[in-house]
């Protein structure tokens, strides 16, 4: 098992948990829980049937015909923009609400970058009844108002992260701060394989039901479990984590990670982290991240909120330096052209973090009978303004 | 022994102040350090700043975040305290964040220390084991103490590994929160100071996170060896300058 977390919390040399002692006792117990909670029996039916039932799994996976006789390759989707609320994220949120309530905790906190991940935790928190407070930087509660207003609608507070550069990684130090302060009674649901063990590892397996579902899809599709490429994209790397965790020990399964490279990664307004980081620490994790020599953590830039994190999981670091997953990095350009390409050719307004790895396309090179599985992670609506001022529609 | 351990065997409650280094200006570091001799502060940690320092409160991050503007890294802290033991003979320490000495290299990092005379170092987010594993080797090469850690959630048994290789002294962290000042302490954490106290380890405490006065730093040492105080420190020195810190440290050993 060369790919999954070892007993220390590292992936390789990537992983752990740098936290200061105050939080040890909150990890220690998720760490000593997590596993025998998530293999609990009675847990697995609550969390597939909500699953089925709430968020409308299997999502399926789609034969995307015109794009496949475009890029003269067999390209399928799998459907997470169908999850209720829009997008993957909550997978991850409906097992840690589930988790949190067996653990006892009377309150849940999340931080959120576009407020895809808060809306995600805000409506699990409605769904049963817990307290949530939602940690969002104040220049994204300004650019996301429907969002906030979303959260709000589904009773929780939403508090703006003053500190720093006001975006997704202080709101994500915010959130941290505030369980320190609250250790006993909150649970911190983190919307990305990121963070301290044994967030990743713990987040992978509640979105593994993406690449679950995809093998029993393609087995009754194509007559076989594995496709030859996988494709996501990727900011911390949820989705990504997700769409490879069951494929991640059959290395004849290609892993292509597509992050955002901004206005271009040498323009100074970037994402591309595989490119750009360097091994240091950042909330609570060893991994690849964007840096001064200095070591401050650099505020990246993506057009998609989503991708604009300055760090990679740890597993995807992981995968990097191993060589099992390859890189590629894609402009805001290149990804608005392919949302709107995707758009056009299957119907389906994609949103622009998803809209990035549909750009790889056209800078790769697939056989015609090569089955491409890609992981269309969130729906665009939530994009709308941005497509229309970019494209004046 | 070093600078650390002689001060904590002085009789009497030890006052610790803390700053972060390049702030309000750039080249306070070392007049802050001098007054605070002057002053009769017992032990200093200078801040060295990160742009997201998990544990502490807005007063610090703000803090950090006009040193790092103003300048300030790990080369330049160096080099301001480099001849600094010509002038000072208290016990100086580093308190920051992992990764920027990561970045610097522990190894180098500790070197550096060792020239410039740093007695010891405090970073909050580097664990006990992995210190143990990967750095303990590198801190004894160049003697230099590194501090941990505890908290109210943190277990007995932990406490007493904590105990077992702590060099220096324990920063007791007195509730479970982030840095900044608070007006007194609560019942609770008097019994958590009770507890700790029965606990009768080998290493000193040192009380830090809420102390911030008079009455404050007086309970804290009640259970303690002593106090550190931070944000209230640095909020008097954005208001009332360099030139205030011999009355603020007056006022809270009266």
Redesign the interface.
């Known amino acids: 098992m060369k790919y999954t977390v070892d007993k220390k919390g590292f992936y390789g040399k990537y992983g752990g948990a740098f936290v200061p002692e105050m939080l040890f006792p909150n990890l220690d117990e998720l760490e000593k829980n997590y596993n025998k909670i998530i293999n609990d029996k009675e847990f697995q039916n609550d969390y597939n049937n909500l699953l089925r039932d709430y968020v409308g799994r299997p999502t399926p996976l789609f034969f995307a015909e015109r794009l496949s006789e475009k890029y003269k390759c067999k390209i399928y989707l799998k459907r997470e923009d169908l999850c209720h609320t829009g997008a993957h994220k909550i997978n991850n949120t409906i097992g840690q609400i589930l988790l949190a309530k067996r653990l006892g905790k009377k309150r849940i906190i999340a931080e959120t970058g576009a407020g895809q991940h808060g809306v995600a935790t805000a409506t699990v928190c409605a769904l049963k009844g817990i307290e949530c407070v939602i940690y969002m930087g104040a220049v994204d509660i300004k650019r996301q108002a429907p969002n906030v207003a979303r959260m709000k609608m589904l009773g929780a507070s939403v508090v703006a992260a003053e500190s720093g550069s006001k975006t997704l990684k202080d709101a994500t130090n915010e959130a941290i701060r505030d369980w320190i302060n609250n250790p006993i009674t909150t649970h911190y649901i983190i919307g990305s394989v990121v963070g301290p063990h044994p967030y990743p590892d713990m987040v992978a397996k509640f979105q593994s039901i993406v690449s679950e579902e995809i093998k029993a899809q393609l087995l009754e599709k194509e007559n076989t479990q594995n496709p030859n490429y996988l494709l996501a994209n990727i900011g911390g790397g949820s989705n990504a984590a997700g769409l490879y965790y069951n494929y991640l020990e059959n290395e004849n399964v290609k892993i292509i990670s597509v992050e955002a490279a901004g206005e271009g990664v040498k323009s100074g307004k970037s994402a591309a982290t595989s490119v750009l980081g360097k091994t240091g620490i950042i909330h609570g994790s060893k991994t690849l991240l964007m840096q001064t020599n200095d070591g401050q953590i650099i505020e990246p830039y993506s057009i998609s909120a989503g991708l604009d994190y300055p760090g990679v999981g740890p597993l995807h670091a992981h995968l990097l330096e191993s060589k099992r997953a390859e890189f590629m990095s894609i402009t805001d350009s290149d990804a608005m052209l392919a949302g709107l390409e995707v758009s056009k050719l299957e119907g389906i307004i994609p949103a622009i973090e998803t809209a990035h790895a549909f750009a790889a396309f056209k800078y790769l090179d697939f056989k015609t009978n090569d089955i491409v599985v890609v992981n269309f992670s969130g729906r665009g609506d939530k994009d709308l303004d941005t497509y229309i001022e970019y494209f004046n529609l | 022994m070093n600078r650390i351990d002689n001060t904590l065997n002085k009789e009497g409650k030890l006052l610790s102040i803390y700053f972060t280094a390049g702030h309000p200006n750039l080249n306070d570091t070392v007049d802050i350090i001098l007054k605070l001799q002057e002053s009769g502060v017992d032990m200093i940690e200078i801040g060295l700043p ?6 502490d ?2 007063t610090i ?2 803090s950090s ?1 006009v040193a ?1 503007k103003n300048g300030m ?3 330049v802290l160096f080099e301001q305290l480099n001849g600094i033991r010509n002038r000072v003979s208290i016990p100086l320490i580093i308190m920051g ?8 290299g522990v190894e180098e990092f500790c070197k550096k220390c060792n020239q410039v005379g740093i007695d010891g170092l405090i970073i ?4 006990i ?2 210190y143990e594993e990967n750095y303990k080797s590198i801190f004894k090469k160049y003697k230099i103490y590194n501090m ?4 109210p ?3 007995d048994e ?1 406490i007493k590994k904590i105990d077992s290789i702590s060099d220096g002294f324990i920063y007791m ?1 007195s509730s ?3 840095t900044g000042s608070k007006e007194s302490f609560s019942s609770k954490q008097l019994e958590y100071f009770e507890r700790i106290n029965k606990m009768n380890l080998k290493t000193p405490r040192i009380t830090g996170f809420g102390v911030g006065n008079k009455d404050t730093f007086n309970a804290a040492v009640n259970y303690s060896k002593g106090a550190i105080i931070g944000s209230a420190f640095i909020k008097n020195l954005e208001s009332n300058g360099l030139k205030s810190i011999e009355r603020f440290i007056k006022n809270i050993r009266i």
């Not at chain 2, 990160?50 to 544990?55: C, E, G, N, Q, V």
């Open positions: 990160f742009s997201d320092p998990l544990a409160g807005p991050q703000d975040t790092i890294n790990t080369n964040y992992f990764n920027p000495i990561l970045q610097f909050p987010d580097l664990p084991d992995y941990f850690l505890i908290a959630q943190t277990s932990r962290v479970s929160s982030i």
